[in-house]
């Protein structure tokens, strides 16, 4: 019996090559992240110096860069306001926010400004606030009000306090000029009194007289809401 001969090209195709282990490769070491520090000081002395400028006119085009400027100033009051009445974010609604004009120091100046933006709308601005921050939770109002510098974002004068809706057993809404014949300053305010006899006051408005400018009607929107919803949620405690 003859053999059968295995050709070369076979041998080839049932060899297996075993593939080259390739080296490992070395871990590139990450760079520590630098940490920019923040001149605390030099920041404060920009902020001072572009408020200043800002409101030197009495009117003008509306800048995006000093609302932002607001709004952190708010989110600083809304974190002092959660502390102080040790409150959590499940705690309460969406929070209102109220602001009027109101001198920082006593005896100090407010400064005004009419913003004018794109679309035409105007808004009247002021250097210096008086802040109200409104939580609405199931049973009870818990308020914090602070003033508020935004020449350099000082916060200072800190109140905060709560009360069940239950215990309100009057409330008052007044819309008044600091002066019958030659008014400059429209007010708007709401006295909560409660069973105990303490009255808590909320200013809702502080509001400049502008000859070219006015309120878009009695009350504004955001006024309208926290009347319609202290009010709705007394109401609706003392139905329980």
Request: charged share 35%; no cysteine.
């Amino acid at each position: 019996m003859k053999e059968k001969k295995i050709k070369k090209s076979d041998l080839e195709a049932e060899t297996l090559v075993e593939p080259e282990e390739e080296a490992p490769k070395k871990e590139k070491k990450e760079k520590p992240v630098k940490v920019k520090k923040v001149d605390v000081a030099k920041e404060n002395k920009k902020r001072q110096k572009f408020t200043s400028k800002y409101f030197k006119k009495f009117s003008g085009r509306s800048d995006l860069s000093y609302g932002d400027m607001l709004q952190v100033d708010y989110k600083a009051a809304m974190k002092r306001a959660e502390l102080l009445s040790s409150l959590k974010p499940g705690d309460y609604d969406s929070p209102i926010i109220i602001t009027v004009p109101d001198a920082y120091n006593k005896g100090g100046k407010v400064t005004y400004r009419l913003d004018k933006k794109s679309d035409g709308s105007q808004t009247l601005l002021y250097d210096q606030a008086l802040v109200t921050i409104l939580f609405f939770g199931a049973d009870s109002l818990f308020y914090y009000q602070a003033n508020v510098d935004h020449r350099n974002g000082h916060i200072g004068y800190d109140v905060a306090g709560e009360f069940n809706y239950f215990d309100v057993v009057h409330m008052e809404t007044s819309l008044k000029y600091d002066h019958p014949d030659r008014p400059k300053y429209i007010t708007l305010d709401l006295e909560v009194g409660l069973s105990d006899g303490v009255i808590v006051p909320f200013h809702l408005r502080n509001h400049r007289i502008h000859e070219d400018y006015e309120l878009p009607g009695l009350i504004t929107e955001n006024e309208q809401k926290v009347l319609d919803t202290i009010k709705e949620k007394v109401r609706n405690s003392r139905m329980v």
